[in-house]
């Protein structure tokens, strides 16, 4: 089953430093040769790589547990031990990685193809010959190797987006992502049919395009757990502008205006921030006659740009894309056509 998970913890050690080698030269014709142990190799280093073709933690969820390679020990005829292999462990783009016990941010994942090291592997140990010494020729220590750094971590994902739909259930989002997108979300006449964040790509024009996200909807009381609670609220935190959906019927249940506050008053209680992002207002299911009475009225009581559109007959998409794309662009200082992967 397809399950999207946005929070785990996993705990990750660096591989342990090979111990050095006592050993002593012994050839023929060579009396007293000496100290020849060689030193241990390095423990291998726990790298994340951020990497865009893993979309969720699940697989974090089954297997908690990274430990890198170990260095090799010391040999005889001062060869060192190998090096242990890094362990590189892919996570998603956004993922935001956390010290467990203190909370601090080691990394923040925001961008495809980063290498970060977050654990460094054990110093190899010297060998005997490190020790000899004009009152000590024939040492017979040698160090241990260095353990490898251990640390518990909590990964949390932050899907990156640039325009991400807020609405309340049944408002019409998953529709509208699968009217300007080639994304295919669950799309049915009952709330909550969008379980987890579904990512769409918005063509404008042949040479611009933008993310679009769809996230579940968000009912009173989500910044408390209610509903799907704020489980998915952090995504927003990525997105740049966000695109409020709203039912401008009324028949699922709740006047436009008063679901626009809702919104806006759970966003707050999560994160102030998010009420400081540029916002549109897309007034959907414009085909019902119910729609078209309360569009003046949801203008005046609200100070945010109204789109009146209908997701499922395409009225109005068009140009509610095109003032998107506008607002995105002119907060991210990007012309169209030169949009950062």
Not at 137 to 158: C, V
Not at 183 to 201: D, E, M, N, S, V
Not at 222 to 251: C, K, M, N, P, W
């Given at each position: ?5 946005d ?27 000496g ?76 961008e ?30 040698a ?40 994304a ?62 709203l ?24 994160s ?65 056509g030169?949009?950062?992967?």
């Amino acid at each position: 089953m397809d399950r999207f998970v946005d929070e785990a913890i996993i705990f990750v050690r660096a591989g342990k430093g090979g111990d050095g080698c006592v050993s002593f030269r012994r050839e023929k014709y060579v009396p007293r040769g000496g100290p020849d142990g060689g030193d241990g190799g390095r423990g291998g280093d726990v790298v994340f790589v951020s990497d865009p073709q893993v979309e969720t933690l699940l697989d974090f969820k089954f297997r908690p547990l990274y430990h890198a390679e170990r260095g090799q020990p010391g040999m005889g005829k001062n060869m060192y031990g190998r090096d242990g292999r890094n362990l590189d462990i892919h996570v998603p783009v956004g993922t935001l990685v956390r010290d467990r016990d203190s909370g601090l941010v080691l990394k923040d994942m925001a961008e495809a193809g980063l290498q970060v090291l977050i654990a460094h592997g054990g110093r190899g140990g010297h060998g005997n010959r490190h020790f000899a010494s004009a009152t000590n020729r024939t040492p017979r220590n040698a160090e241990d190797g260095e353990s490898g750094e251990e640390r518990w971590l909590r990964l949390e994902l932050k899907l990156v987006a640039d325009v991400g739909l807020v609405g309340l259930p049944n408002a019409g989002k998953s529709t509208l992502l699968a009217r300007v997108s080639a994304a295919r979300p669950k799309i049915a006449p009952y709330a909550f049919t969008t379980l987890k964040p579904q990512l769409g790509i918005v063509s404008v024009s042949e040479d611009t395009r933008f993310v679009l996200a769809d996230l579940p909807g968000l009912i009173e009381g989500a910044h408390q757990g209610q509903g799907l609670g704020d489980q998915f609220l952090r995504h927003i935190e990525r997105t740049r502008v966000l695109l409020f959906v709203l039912d401008a019927s009324g028949l699922s249940g709740s006047l436009p205006g008063a679901a626009y506050r809702t919104l806006r008053h759970e966003m707050g209680s999560y994160s102030p921030l998010l009420l400081q992002k540029p916002c549109l207002v897309a007034a959907n299911k414009m085909d019902l006659p119910e729609a078209r009475a309360r569009l003046d009225a949801l203008r005046r009581e609200i100070d945010v740009p109204v789109h009146p559109i209908s997701a499922a007959t395409g009225e109005g998409v068009a140009e509610l894309v095109q003032h998107t794309a506008h607002l995105l662009f002119s907060v991210t200082r990007l012309k169209p056509g030169h949009r950062k992967e």
